[in-house]
């Protein structure tokens, strides 16, 4: 019996709550329209237990489903009365999360089995560009220190600008920028590095925008490239 | 007409990206759409009958010519390529997104009863899914939406293109009854 628990258990590893209830439904073949909840409510928490002795760090994410399905069962065990409840079953509460969830992994399933580009099929040059032919002549991608490089002429020609940094109000967060920086792009595509920073000449703006390119580049919103004739920095939106 | 046709086949052996018909119309001079579209359904019939190594294909709101999958354990021994093998737990949240864009991280989470951040994270480095912008309540959210690479993956020729998925009352055939 033991042996057995621990079989299923190695072959599937529960991501989440939904995903431990959808493997209880199957295999005690409950009709989810109709679920036993004393039943399930058992089973869900005995493998909790099972999972606490060989000491897996349960989420909170399956405390938060336990506590749901003993209020669920608690809630059926209460006689009903008057007609305010409406007769709702308690268990739609997880219910309907239930149907999303299978509902998506059917779709997941039907994704999957899709003739799959570089999996099933090929075309004939895969080792495509993201950036295809440029505006201005040959590409190459930038690495962190020709950023870097380029950050610091920009800062450079702020302090010949000026030589003491004047305090400033209203100070603008990496993700203001960053949201700014989107429509910038939606509405051009593709733009150098130096015009993003030519507007403004406040060094913490330029720190700020810099930080909300790095941002942006970690997030996959942009890919950045070099000219290899003019050292020209574009930065590509996606 | 034939020579229409012949110039898209060309064009569509050399583009690196699947072609629109827009984009083979502003190749071509050509106004009529109409013409363009025959020329591309001849080929795709053409290709059908062949039953070559490859054929046309509608993908990402273009055509591309594509391998059939009959050949993929050969071209593999050829090109070796970097597999896209998705986790169990990828395609949920992918399929989640695809179905259900724009849409925000915390509505993932709902759905799918866990935390996504590492998987959201790796399907942007792969370019299947893109911050779309942001969603104007409180904490101002990033919203996700889908790439047109992952049309191009998935084989999908826009995102009305998605198979529907299961409904959960035949699901529930799958899954044997209780016994009476």
Partial sequence: ?238 | MEQIKNIIESLLLVADEPLSVDRIRSILDQPEKKEIKKALEELMSEYENRKGGFFLREVAGGYQFRTRPEYREWIKRLIQPKPIRLSKAALETLAIIAYKQPIIRNDIEHIRGVNCGGILRMLLERKLVRVLGRKAIPGRPLVYATTKQFLEVFELKNLEDLPTPQEIKELDDSVPKNRD
């Fill in chain 1, 1 to 238: 019996m033991k042996e057995d628990v621990y079989k299923v258990q190695i072959e599937n590893i529960f991501e989440g709550p939904m995903d431990l209830l959808v493997h209880l439904i199957k295999k005690h073949e409950m009709d989810i329209y109709d679920i036993p909840i004393a039943l399930i409510t058992e089973q869900y928490l005995k493998y909790l237990e099972w999972m606490k002795s060989i000491n897996i760090d349960i989420a909170g994410d399956f405390i938060l489903m336990a506590s749901t399905l003993t209020k669920i069962k608690s809630k059926m065990l209460l006689p009903v009365h008057g007609e305010e409840d409406e007769d709702e079953d308690p268990r739609l509460e997880i219910v309907k999360p239930l149907e999303e969830y299978l509902r998506i992994r059917s779709a997941a399933d039907k994704l999957a089995s899709r003739n799959l580009l570089g999996e099933d099929t090929f075309v004939r040059n895969p080792h495509q560009e993201n950036f295809s032919a440029d505006q201005d002549g040959e590409i190459i991608k930038v690495g962190l220190f020709e950023l870097i490089d380029a950050f610091q002429k920009i800062l450079e020609r702020i302090s010949a600008q000026r030589g003491v940094d004047i305090l400033t109000a209203d100070t603008i967060s990496v993700r203001d920028r960053i949201a700014q920086l989107i429509d910038t792009f939606e509405t051009k595509k593709s733009v150098t590095f130096n015009e993003l920073f030519s507007s403004n000449v406040d060094k913490s703006e330029v720190v700020v925008t810099f930080l909300a390119i790095l941002e942006m580049v970690r997030l996959s919103l942009i890919t950045i490239a070099q000219n290899i004739q003019t050292g020209t920095i574009r930065l590509f939106y996606l």
